[in-house]
């Protein structure tokens, strides 16, 4: 299995700019969940969808913030307009049913200047 | 809410050191305990678990044993390597099923570095 694969691994924007992330999960699996990453706040969970539908979205930091899932094996994480305070890594991670074990994708590490 | 404090690092060992990172929970019922360790550059892997008191999770030499009592979940390695180098996150699950989704909660993360 090819894991789960994110696409970019790096994105650099300027202030203002829509910037998508787009995430594939590992065949099967039916939650997926969006993460991101920075020094000062360490791992945040974003979102997380359950058979294509968001369950929970509290951890999205503002209405700039959208994700999509449109069918089983994509989704997107939008930001618009993007702002500086952005700049992150963000992870995708999938996982099959009420199993314990997330696997994670390698990561988008974003840069808003 | 459910937290999970790790030890503040940079840790930095020698090769053949032994290791250990502490993390201490926080938690309503009976959670299960994971370690997850990110290599640079790369998403986090799970490297062990343990689901209930007193399970011991082990993985590539790494130890950590569920305690109740003391709400911890301490990772151990008699002799790292080199390799080891990475970040490593403690985190803690609630029980999966019912209204629960088996949400994750990590710890802020530890560095590891070993040197030759």
């Known amino acids: 299995d090819a894991g789960v694969i994110q696409s970019p691994r790096h994105e650099v924007t300027e202030m203002g700019q829509e910037v998508t992330l787009r995430c594939k999960p590992i065949s099967g699996h039916d939650y997926l969940f969006w993460y991101r990453q920075t020094m000062m706040r360490g791992l945040e969970l974003l979102i997380y969808?359950?058979?294509?539908?968001?369950?929970?979205d509290s951890g999205m930091p503002e209405d700039r913030f959208s994700a999509k899932m449109p069918n089983a094996s994509f989704s997107t994480l939008k930001i618009q307009p993007s702002e500086p305070r952005d700049s992150a890594v963000y992870f995708c991670a999938s996982r099959r049913g009420l199993t314990y074990e997330q696997y994670f994708g390698p990561g988008t590490r974003l840069t808003v200047t | 809410g459910d937290s999970v404090t790790q030890m503040e690092g940079p840790v930095t060992l020698s090769e053949e050191a032994f290791l250990t990172i502490n993390c201490t929970y926080t938690a309503t019922g009976y959670p299960s305990l994971f370690w997850y360790v990110q290599y640079p550059g790369e998403g986090l892997q799970l490297l062990l678990k343990a689901t209930k008191a007193d399970d011991k999770g082990s993985n590539k030499g790494f130890e950590a044993t569920y305690r109740k009592e003391t709400t911890s979940f301490h990772l151990e390695k008699g002799s790292v390597q080199v390799s080891d180098s990475a970040v490593y996150f403690c985190a803690l699950s609630d029980r999966a099923g019912g209204t629960s989704y088996g949400k994750l909660t990590f710890g802020q993360g530890t560095i590891l570095t070993v040197h030759p």
């Open positions: 969808f359950n058979n294509n539908v968001p369950i929970d």
